[in-house]
């Protein structure tokens, strides 16, 4: 079984909103992320956790807060976001970090986010 | 150059047919090479790998892998309807190069005309 899962499914906040997001996965996989795609674009990575610690920060803002409550469970916590955050939020997992070579990266459906 | 690079298409094909992508990346000691498909509004679904030069096969689909000229490409038999997609190329960039996770291509867009 190569489930990641993602809570809400689809999420519509104003800007003086805060909501998190949740992405659960019981592989034992000990490397978890956090991805923003829009739409036609490939997914850019806004953090990993390896090992329950964050090991990547691709210099998001701090409107973006990451939070890795044990090694199943990662979180993404959301404060007076832009419109411009609208997005599909994906939560991924893989058995290593991504600096060991020959590991696998799976997806969980994703979190479709709308900033009003 | 960009690291990852592929066509973005829309390479369209009959049903029956082969569908070749194809995918370069620029980081000569990259070791893990995945492709993932995405069909619209949803997430990307890994559907391949590949460590090692030459082929590999699952099912209708072969990765094939050439560490000497960097490329990775998907091949697709007997293309269904249902192939339609975008598939994504992601390469696992070497320890030395100090990116530490997958470098995605921008992605090649698949039309299977019935």
């Known amino acids: 079984d190569t489930e990641v899962t993602q809570t809400p499914k689809h999420l519509v906040m104003g800007m003086t909103n805060k909501k998190s997001l949740k992405c659960e996965q019981h592989m034992g996989h000990r490397a978890m992320y956090w991805y923003k795609q829009k739409a036609k674009k490939p997914p850019e990575l806004m953090f990993v956790y390896s090992y329950e610690k964050l090991s990547i920060n691709e210099s998001v803002p701090s409107r973006f807060s990451p939070e890795c409550p044990n090694s199943s469970l990662l979180n993404l916590h959301l404060h007076a976001l832009q419109p411009e955050d609208s997005a599909l939020y994906l939560c991924?997992?893989?058995?290593?970090?991504?600096?060991?070579?020959?590991?696998?990266?799976?997806f969980g459906p994703g979190t479709r986010l709308t900033v009003t | 150059q960009k690291e990852v690079e592929q066509n973005s298409g829309p390479l369209s094909v009959p049903e029956g047919a082969i569908a070749s992508l194809n995918c370069t990346y620029s980081d000569r000691g990259s070791q893990s090479f995945f492709w993932y498909r995405q069909y619209s509004g949803k997430s990307p679904e890994l559907i391949m790998s590949i460590y090692s030069n030459g082929d590999k096969e699952d099912g209708r689909f072969t990765a094939q892998l050439n560490k000497a000229s960097q490329y990775v490409s998907l091949l697709i038999r007997d293309s269904q309807p249902s192939d339609s997609a975008t598939y994504l190329c992601?390469?696992?960039?070497?320890?030395?190069?100090?990116?530490?996770?997958?470098?995605f291509g921008s992605g090649t867009r698949l039309q299977v005309q019935p």
């Open positions: 992601a390469v696992n960039p070497p320890r030395d190069t100090g990116r530490r996770a997958l470098t």
């Open positions: 991924a997992s893989s058995p290593q970090p991504p600096w060991d070579i020959n590991y696998e990266q799976y």
